[in-house]
C-alpha cells in the first residue's frame, strides 16, 4: 500500500519561511504529477503549487515569487520551500501525487503564520 507523509508543518512569524516535504512510500513504480493544496479555516482546498515529471511548475497568483516547488524523484519526494510567509497563508497543507497512476493525498500539515 502506497502512502503520502508530509512533514515541516509549524508556527512561523510573518515574512519567516518553512519547507515542507513530502514521500511516498510503499511499492511505488511510477510517479506523474506531485503537489501542494491547502485548506483555511472555513474555506475549499485550493492549489498551492504543481510540479510534473519534466519539471514544469505552475503556481497559484497568490503564492508566486514567494513558494518554490521541487522535487527529487528518486526519493519520491516532492518539497515546498515557502517565504515572506503572511497570516493568510496559515491553512492545513496536503500533499498530492498521481503513484501509480493512482491519485494519492497525504494526511495534512498544519502552517500557522502568526506573530
Known amino acids: 500500500q502506497v502512502q503520502l507523509a508530509e512533514s515541516g508543518g509549524g508556527l512561523v512569524q510573518p515574512g519567516g519561511s518553512l519547507r515542507l516535504s513530502c514521500a511516498a512510500s510503499?511499492?511505488?513504480?511510477?510517479?506523474?504529477?506531485m503537489g501542494w493544496y491547502r485548506q483555511a479555516p472555513g474555506k475549499e482546498r485550493e492549489l498551492v503549487a504543481v510540479?510534473?515529471?519534466?519539471?514544469?511548475?505552475n503556481y497559484a497568483d497568490s503564492v508566486k515569487g514567494r513558494f518554490t516547488i521541487s522535487r527529487d524523484s528518486t526519493k519520491y519526494t516532492v518539497y515546498l520551500q515557502m517565504s515572506s510567509l503572511k497570516p493568510e497563508d496559515t491553512a492545513v497543507y496536503f500533499c498530492?501525487?498521481?503513484?501509480?497512476?493512482?491519485?494519492?493525498w497525504g494526511k495534512g500539515t498544519l502552517v500557522t503564520v502568526s506573530s
Open positions: 510503499g511499492s511505488v513504480f511510477s510517479i506523474g504529477n
Open positions: 498530492y501525487a498521481r503513484v501509480n497512476d493512482i491519485p494519492l
Open positions: 510540479i510534473n515529471n519534466g519539471g514544469v511548475t
